[in-house]
C-alpha cells in the first residue's frame, strides 16, 4: 500500500505463492502442480495461524456464556459475519446467515424459503450447467411438492443465453437458481441481467456463487440478488464453513431450518418461538474456528487487487487455452466469451481417469469425473472431463507442466 | 516414466482396453447386469450364458471406461468363459487379493500369471475400482440377474 492507501495493482504470483506452504512440496518426486482449486483452493498460511490463534487465546462458545471468551468469542464470530457482509456488500449484517458450505446455503433457501411456496406444477428455472449441489434441492421439492424444474440450455461453447432463459420464466415460476459461474465449463452467467428479467416478472433469483465469488467481486446490491451462497474452502478458507446471502425481506419470512439451541427465542413445553434471522437458521453451536478461518480468508483475498488477480488468472486460462489449442485429439468444453479460470476437456483415446492417473505421478493435481455436474455431461455428450482450475497462486509453469503431462499420457495411452 | 506407471499400463493391458475381446451384446444371454461407477460415471454391462451345470458357457461385456475398466472386463470375460461356478467365485476372490496388493497365493498358478498384469493397479487405490467394477457386476449378473451394482467412491 502506498501512503494514499491505494493498493498497488501489481499482482506478485510468488510473493503469494509463498503464503502457501504447500505448494512447495512435492508428490513422487516431482514439484506439486496444484490445477484442482475448483474443488478446493489451498490455504494461506494466514488463515491457518488465525484459527490456530483463535483456539489457543479467545475459544470458547458463542452466544451463551457471560465469561470472558464467551464474550470474545461472540465478537470474533459476529466480526466475521462483517466481514462477509462486506465481501460481498450486503447491506446489512444480519443477511448474513452461517452455513457449513454452499451446499446447505442452497438446501437452507429450498427448505425454509421455496419449498412452504410451492404448488404442484409450480416451476423452478435453472441451467443444465449447475453443480449438482443447484440441483438436487430442488429436485427434493420436485418429488416432495410436484415443482417443475425447467432446464435452460447452453450453448456448444458452453455460453448462457440470456434470451433462453428469459422465455423459460413463466406466471408459474417461483425461482431462478442459477450458478454465477460454472464449476465445469468456467461460464460466468450475466447475473445482473438474468435478475432484472427475473424480477420484471416477479421471479426471486439464487445465485450458486461457490466459484464465482472467488473469481469475480461480488456486488449483491449492485446485483439485486435475492440468494447468493458462497462456500468457505473454495476461498482459500478452511472447509466447513459457507455462507447465504438472502434479503433481509425473505429471511424474515422463512420458516426455520435445522431446529435445536441458538435458533430459538423461547421454548415452552407446548409452543416455541423462534429467534430472528440470522440465528433462526443457525443451530447448534456453529463451526466458530472455521467461521474465524474465513473471515481472514476473506481478507486475505480482498487485500490484493482482485482486477489485477483475475488478469493474471485470465493469464493464465487463455495460456492453456492456446497451448491446447493445437492438440487436435483434444476437445476444450467451455468456451464461452468472458469465462473463468477453468478448463475442461476431453482428449482422444484418453479417458480422463487415466489422464489424471498419469499426471498425478508427474505432481499435477487437476480433476478427472463428472464434477458433480452429470447434467451437463449428458448435454456435451460426456460421462467425464479432465479439468484444470486455476487459482490465484498458478503460474505460467503450472501450465507448461500440465501441457507436458498431457504429451506424456498421450505417448503412454494412444 | 516411472515403475508404477510403467506396471500399471503395461502392453497387456493397453492391448485389452484398446481392442476388448468379448465385446458386445450377448443375445442369447441367460444373466446380465450393469455395473455403475459413480465416481468417474463409468458403465458396464455384463451378459452371461449359463449352462445347466452352472458353467459359464459364454460371456459379453458392453460399456465405456477408462483403460483400467477396460482391460479389466476384457480380461475377466476371457478368464472366465468355460468355468465353473466354484472355479469363476475363486478366481474372483484371487482378483479382488491381488488388486489390492494382498496374497493371491491360493490361485492356481495358471490363473494367477495371467492375472498379475493388473497387479500394478493395487499401487494405485484411487483406481482399484476401476479394476473391480466389471467383476462384481459379473458376480451381480450370477446371483440377481439384472441388479446395477455400484462401485462407490474411495
Known sequence: MTAQGKISTAFDVEKARADFEILSRTVYGKPLVYLDSGASAQKPRVVLDAMRDFAQSEYANVHRGVHFLSAAATDRYEEARRTVQKFLNAAREDEIVFTKGGTEAINLVSYSYLAPRIQPGDEIVLTVMEHHSNIVPWHFLRERAGAVLRWVDVGDDGSLDIEALDAAINNKTKLVAVTHMSNVLGTISPLKEIIARAHAKGVPVLADGCQGAVHEVVDVQALDVDFYAITGHKLYGPTGIGALYAKRAHLKAMRPFNGGGEMIREVMKDRITYADPPARFEAGTPPIIETVGLATALDYLSAFDRKAVAAHEHDLLAYAREQVGQFNWLRVIGDAPGKGAILSFEAEGMHAHDLATILDREGVAVRAGHHCAQVLMERFGVTSTSRASFALYNTRADVDALIAGLLKARGILV | ?154
Request: aromatic share 6%; charged share 30%.
Open chain 2, 1 to 154: 516414466m516411472d515403475n508404477a506407471l510403467r506396471e500399471l499400463y503395461q502392453e497387456v493391458i493397453l492391448d485389452h482396453s484398446r481392442h476388448p475381446r468379448h465385446h458386445g451384446v450377448l443375445n442369447d444371454a441367460s444373466h446380465k447386469a450393469e455395473g455403475y461407477n459413480p465416481l468417474c460415471g463409468d458403465r458396464v454391462t455384463v451378459y452371461l450364458k449359463l449352462g445347466e451345470d452352472g458353467r459359464v458357457a459364454d460371456i459379453k461385456f458392453e460399456g465405456k471406461g477408462c483403460a483400467i475398466s477396460q482391460a479389466s472386463a476384457s480380461m475377466m470375460t476371457d478368464m472366465l468363459k468355460g468355468r465353473s461356478q466354484a472355479e469363476a467365485e475363486k478366481l474372483m476372490t484371487g482378483f479382488l487379493h491381488l488388486v489390492k496388493g494382498e496374497d493371491a497365493s491360493d490361485l492356481p498358478e495358471d490363473d494367477r500369471e495371467r492375472l498379475e498384469v493388473m497387479g500394478g493397479i493395487s499401487e494405485f487405490p484411487m483406481r482399484v475400482k476401476c479394476a473391480t467394477l466389471a467383476w462384481h457386476t459379473y458376480k451381480n449378473a450370477v446371483e440377481e440377474g439384472k441388479n446395477v451394482v455400484e462401485e462407490g467412491a474411495t
